[in-house]
Protein backbone atom coordinates (compact mmCIF):
# COMPACT_ATOMS: atom_id res chain seq x y z
CA UNK A 1 0.00 0.00 0.00
CA UNK A 2 1.35 3.65 -1.10
CA UNK A 3 1.81 6.11 1.56
CA UNK A 4 -0.86 8.54 -0.52
CA UNK A 5 -3.17 4.82 0.02
CA UNK A 6 -2.85 4.81 3.54
CA UNK A 7 -3.20 8.49 4.36
CA UNK A 8 -6.31 8.08 2.02
CA UNK A 9 -7.69 5.03 3.58
CA UNK A 10 -6.76 6.77 7.57
CA UNK A 11 -8.95 10.17 6.42
CA UNK A 12 -11.95 8.13 5.12
CA UNK A 13 -11.74 6.09 8.14
CA UNK A 14 -11.77 8.81 10.71
CA UNK A 15 -14.37 10.99 8.41
CA UNK A 16 -18.24 10.72 8.97
CA UNK A 17 -19.34 13.04 6.56
CA UNK A 18 -22.93 14.12 7.10
CA UNK A 19 -24.88 17.02 5.01
CA UNK A 20 -28.04 18.74 5.18
CA UNK A 21 -29.81 21.47 3.74
CA UNK A 22 -32.68 23.32 3.04
CA UNK A 23 -34.90 24.93 0.14
CA UNK A 24 -36.43 28.65 0.93
CA UNK A 25 -37.68 31.19 -1.41
CA UNK A 26 -35.86 34.15 -1.79
CA UNK A 27 -38.21 35.97 0.36
CA UNK A 28 -37.61 33.61 3.09
CA UNK A 29 -34.03 34.11 3.43
CA UNK A 30 -34.71 37.35 3.77
CA UNK A 31 -37.31 36.90 5.84
CA UNK A 32 -34.66 34.84 8.47
CA UNK A 33 -32.98 37.95 9.43
CA UNK A 34 -29.75 36.29 6.88
CA UNK A 35 -28.21 39.30 5.45
CA UNK A 36 -26.37 38.29 2.17
CA UNK A 37 -24.71 41.58 1.68
CA UNK A 38 -22.48 41.76 -0.80
CA UNK A 39 -22.72 42.38 -4.78
CA UNK A 40 -21.46 39.37 -6.15
CA UNK A 41 -24.03 37.34 -4.06
CA UNK A 42 -26.78 39.66 -5.55
CA UNK A 43 -25.60 39.26 -9.38
CA UNK A 44 -25.46 34.95 -8.36
CA UNK A 45 -29.09 35.07 -7.00
CA UNK A 46 -30.70 37.51 -9.47
CA UNK A 47 -33.02 35.67 -11.65
CA UNK A 48 -33.59 33.03 -8.49
CA UNK A 49 -36.46 32.20 -6.86
CA UNK A 50 -35.41 29.65 -4.58
CA UNK A 51 -31.96 28.89 -3.01
CA UNK A 52 -31.10 25.82 -1.19
CA UNK A 53 -28.97 26.43 1.79
CA UNK A 54 -26.38 23.21 1.62
CA UNK A 55 -24.20 22.11 4.33
CA UNK A 56 -21.84 19.07 4.46
CA UNK A 57 -19.26 18.37 7.41
CA UNK A 58 -16.39 15.23 7.70
CA UNK A 59 -16.83 15.75 11.53
CA UNK A 60 -14.30 16.10 14.15
CA UNK A 61 -12.77 12.64 13.77
CA UNK A 62 -10.62 14.23 10.71
CA UNK A 63 -9.80 17.22 12.64
CA UNK A 64 -8.25 14.83 15.61
CA UNK A 65 -6.76 12.96 13.58
CA UNK A 66 -4.94 15.84 11.43
CA UNK A 67 -4.17 16.91 15.06
CA UNK A 68 -2.67 14.01 16.29
CA UNK A 69 -0.40 13.49 12.97
CA UNK A 70 0.38 17.16 12.74
CA UNK A 71 3.03 15.77 16.33
CA UNK A 72 4.77 12.56 14.97
CA UNK A 73 4.72 13.94 10.50
CA UNK A 74 3.59 17.22 10.08
CA UNK A 75 4.51 15.94 6.47
CA UNK A 76 1.87 13.05 6.48
CA UNK A 77 -0.59 15.87 8.16
CA UNK A 78 -0.43 18.46 5.20
CA UNK A 79 -1.48 14.92 2.90
CA UNK A 80 -4.19 13.98 5.49
CA UNK A 81 -5.06 17.84 5.32
CA UNK A 82 -5.21 17.69 1.59
CA UNK A 83 -7.52 14.00 1.05
CA UNK A 84 -9.32 15.73 3.71
CA UNK A 85 -10.68 18.77 1.70
CA UNK A 86 -10.93 16.24 -1.09
CA UNK A 87 -13.03 14.56 0.44
CA UNK A 88 -15.12 17.34 1.87
CA UNK A 89 -15.87 18.60 -1.68
CA UNK A 90 -16.43 15.69 -2.75
CA UNK A 91 -19.46 15.49 -0.34
CA UNK A 92 -20.76 19.15 -1.17
CA UNK A 93 -20.59 18.19 -4.93
CA UNK A 94 -22.28 14.90 -3.81
CA UNK A 95 -25.50 16.71 -1.65
CA UNK A 96 -25.07 19.07 -4.44
CA UNK A 97 -26.06 16.80 -7.26
CA UNK A 98 -28.49 14.88 -5.48
CA UNK A 99 -30.47 18.03 -5.14
CA UNK A 100 -30.49 18.10 -8.87
CA UNK A 101 -31.78 14.38 -8.89
CA UNK A 102 -34.63 15.37 -6.07
CA UNK A 103 -35.81 18.00 -8.09
CA UNK A 104 -36.77 16.38 -11.37
CA UNK A 105 -38.20 19.24 -13.31
CA UNK A 106 -37.13 20.20 -16.60
CA UNK A 107 -37.74 23.49 -16.14
CA UNK A 108 -35.58 24.47 -12.77
CA UNK A 109 -32.21 24.71 -13.02
CA UNK A 110 -29.84 24.72 -10.18
CA UNK A 111 -26.76 27.07 -10.36
CA UNK A 112 -23.39 26.56 -9.18
CA UNK A 113 -22.36 26.88 -5.58
CA UNK A 114 -21.56 29.56 -3.90
CA UNK A 115 -20.16 30.19 -0.69
CA UNK A 116 -19.47 32.14 2.39
CA UNK A 117 -16.09 33.51 1.65
CA UNK A 118 -16.44 33.84 -2.04
CA UNK A 119 -16.24 37.38 -3.65
CA UNK A 120 -17.84 40.02 -0.75
CA UNK A 121 -20.34 37.28 0.52
CA UNK A 122 -18.96 37.72 4.52
CA UNK A 123 -18.44 34.13 6.77
CA UNK A 124 -20.07 36.44 9.27
CA UNK A 125 -23.48 34.81 7.95
CA UNK A 126 -22.48 31.61 9.44
CA UNK A 127 -24.24 32.02 12.28
CA UNK A 128 -27.77 32.50 10.72
CA UNK A 129 -27.17 29.75 8.03
CA UNK A 130 -26.66 27.38 10.31
CA UNK A 131 -29.61 28.13 12.38
CA UNK A 132 -31.87 28.23 9.80
CA UNK A 133 -30.12 24.90 8.71
CA UNK A 134 -30.14 23.54 12.29
CA UNK A 135 -26.72 22.43 11.12
CA UNK A 136 -25.45 22.43 15.18
CA UNK A 137 -28.15 19.74 15.97
CA UNK A 138 -28.67 17.67 13.11
CA UNK A 139 -24.79 17.48 11.64
CA UNK A 140 -22.47 19.20 14.90
CA UNK A 141 -21.63 22.05 12.67
CA UNK A 142 -20.77 25.35 14.37
CA UNK A 143 -18.28 28.25 13.70
CA UNK A 144 -15.41 29.98 15.58
CA UNK A 145 -15.09 33.84 17.04
CA UNK A 146 -13.57 34.89 13.45
CA UNK A 147 -17.11 32.72 12.00
CA UNK A 148 -14.90 29.64 10.12
CA UNK A 149 -16.54 26.29 10.34
CA UNK A 150 -16.09 23.65 13.16
CA UNK A 151 -15.06 20.79 12.27
CA UNK A 152 -12.62 22.33 10.10
CA UNK A 153 -13.62 20.04 7.12
CA UNK A 154 -16.56 21.42 6.30
CA UNK A 155 -18.47 23.17 3.50
CA UNK A 156 -21.42 25.75 3.01
CA UNK A 157 -22.85 27.05 0.05
CA UNK A 158 -25.76 28.44 -1.46
CA UNK A 159 -26.87 26.83 -4.54
CA UNK A 160 -29.87 29.53 -6.57
CA UNK A 161 -32.38 27.68 -8.29
CA UNK A 162 -34.78 29.50 -11.16
CA UNK A 163 -36.74 28.24 -14.03
CA UNK A 164 -34.74 27.73 -17.38
CA UNK A 165 -36.67 30.64 -19.03
CA UNK A 166 -34.61 33.04 -17.21
CA UNK A 167 -31.49 31.17 -17.88
CA UNK A 168 -29.03 33.48 -20.35
CA UNK A 169 -26.82 30.56 -21.19
CA UNK A 170 -25.88 28.08 -18.79
CA UNK A 171 -25.31 27.51 -15.30
CA UNK A 172 -23.53 30.50 -14.71
CA UNK A 173 -22.96 31.95 -11.51
Not at 71 to 87: G, I, T
Not at 124 to 150: C, M, V, W, Y
Request: proline share 3%.
Amino acid sequence: MSVNDKISSEVNTAANPMSVYKILSIEEIHNCSMILSGNDIARYLQDCTHAALLAVTLGSGVDRLIMQTEHSDMANAFLMDSFASRLAEQTMENLHQSLRTIIKDNQILIKSRFSPGFGDLPLNIHPQFLKILDAGRKIGLGFTESFLLTPRKSITAIAGIKTKDTDKGGEGN
